[in-house]
């Protein structure tokens, strides 16, 4: 089975570009996250998707964060403009609905 | 809102058993999980409590008392690959997302 897909792994930008990144979840798994991990804290969620809808974006900056999942799959994250408080991991997760949460490997992004 | 607490760093050697520890405050509780990180990599799911009472796989085990508010991850015949970072984190109402301790950094010594 593959597992969360994820692109691009690293990222460098400089403060005030815009950046985007991509998450394939795994197949068939309606529920997918965006999290946000800086360096030597635990996960912080962005944003949880159930299919195509949004449950929870609570926590999105949305005056400079955007996400989407269109058709309920693929989904993408945008920054713009970043900050250099956005230099993080950017992790996106899937899971059926058992609760167990089956995460990319992230793409890390660094902010000048 | 909810906040958890973990220990920031466990140090043991290889062979001992190493007990991690995690207090939560929720408005809300479905259950609460564990998570392995090692450096650069992504969290691994490691167990998920919803119930109290101990739950075992293999050289991990992890325990929940809802009426205390706390978690534990005890890791037995410690090796060193298991030196990583150990995540508890509580399911919650809202979207019966996750929430994420700060992590504890467990270091295995030979």
């Known amino acids: 089975e593959a597992g969360v897909a994820q692109s691009p792994r690293y990222k460098i930008i400089e403060k005030r570009q815009s950046v985007a990144f991509w998450c394939n979840p795994i197949s068939g798994h309606a529920t997918l996250y965006w999290y946000q991990q800086i360096l030597g804290q635990g996960p912080k969620l962005l944003i949880q998707?159930?299919?195509?809808?949004?449950?929870?974006d609570s926590q999105l900056p949305k005056d400079r964060f955007s996400a989407e999942r269109l058709k309920g799959v693929d989904s993408t994250l945008k920054i713009q403009p970043a900050k250099l408080e956005d230099s993080a991991v950017y992790l996106c997760?899937?899971?059926?609905?058992?609760?167990?949460?089956?995460f990319g490997e992230g793409s890390r992004l660094t902010v000048l | 809102g909810q906040s958890l607490e973990q220990p920031s760093e466990v140090t043991a050697v290889e062979g001992a058993i190493v007990q991690i520890n995690c207090t939560y405050q929720?408005?809300?509780?479905?259950?609460l999980s564990w998570y392995q990180q090692h450096d650069g990599g992504a969290p691994t799911f490691l167990s998920y409590?919803?119930?109290?009472g101990l739950e075992e796989t293999g050289r991990f085990s992890s325990f929940l008392s809802r009426s205390d508010s706390y978690g534990y991850l005890l890791l037995q015949e410690l090796q060193m690959k298991d030196s990583a970072s150990y995540f508890c984190?509580?399911?919650?109402?809202?979207?019966?997302?996750?929430?994420f301790g700060p992590g504890t950094r467990l270091s295995v010594l030979p």
């Open positions: 984190a509580v399911r919650t109402p809202r979207g019966q997302n996750f929430v």
């Open positions: 998707f159930q299919n195509n809808g949004v449950v929870d």
């Open positions: 997760a899937s899971s059926l609905s058992t609760g167990e949460l089956f």
């Open positions: 409590n919803a119930l109290d």
């Open positions: 929720t408005s809300g509780f479905y259950g």
